[in-house]
């Protein structure tokens, strides 16, 4: 679990997430997500204190995948060798 150090910074974050909406268009959230600037994406990476939670957000940031393609991730679907 993430314990925030600035509740500012975990509303951001919070806000910024895409959840995966309903398939019917009139019942998707009507907001956009918010785009992070870099200096707040390095803010929240270092207010985060689980090694295990920071991964995970690193990846996310890094790559620009959905919660739930990160949580499917498996190690032989990682090339190492590319960046």
């Not at 895409?18 to 390095?42: F, G, M």
């Amino acid at each position: 679990m993430i314990k925030p150090k600035s509740p500012r910074i975990a509303r951001e974050l919070y806000e910024s997430l895409e959840l995966d909406s309903p398939k019917d268009p009139k019942e998707r959230p009507t907001h956009k997500p918010i785009n992070l600037t870099l200096d707040t994406v390095k803010s929240i990476f270092n207010n985060i204190e689980e090694l295990g939670a920071k991964a995970f957000f690193l990846i996310l940031a890094e790559t620009g995948l959905r919660v739930w393609e990160v949580l499917n991730l498996r190690v032989d679907q990682i090339d190492f060798n590319k960046r």
